[in-house]
Nanobody, 124 residues
Framework: VQLQASGGGLVQAGGSLRLSCAAS????????MGWFRQAPGKEREFVAA????????GYADSVKGRFTISRDNAKNTVYLQMNSLKPEDTAVYYC??????????????????WGQGTQVTVSS
């Protein structure tokens, strides 16, 4: 499967962005999906995940209550709605697909496919 992330950009602190990740292929609904991010000089970290059917979600503590992950299996797309953005949210955001796990996970090595990343910059 190929993943194409989009929707990044420059926004002021307190603003909002919605990231999208479009997947190729007809098996999107069989993948759990996740969003990760990597800030300059830091390791990539988990942001959010959603189960195959969308009924289960999980978030990093740093984004809980501000970010919402969702998916539209008819459109082969997963979204990350980001509200109340902070300068520390600045990073390259990656979407990823987990083809094998039956539950959502924050573990990077569990994800099988990765998108190319989209830059999010939050100015203070």
């Amino acid at each position: 499967v190929q993943l194409q992330a989009s929707g990044g950009g420059l926004v002021q602190a307190g603003g909002s962005l919605r990231l999208s990740c479009a997947a190729s292929g007809r098996t999107f609904s069989t993948y759990a999906m996740g969003w990760f991010r990597q800030a300059p000089g830091k390791e990539r970290e988990f942001v959010a995940a959603i189960s195959r059917g969308g009924g289960s979600t999980g978030y990093a503590d740093s984004v809980k209550g501000r970010f919402t992950i969702s998916r539209d299996n008819a459109k082969n797309t997963v979204y990350l709605q980001m509200n109340s953005l902070k300068p520390e949210d600045t990073a390259v955001y990656y979407c990823a697909a987990d083809a094998s796990s039956s539950v959502i996970t924050s573990r990077e090595h569990e994800y099988d496919y990765w998108g190319q990343g989209t830059q999010v910059t939050v100015s203070s």
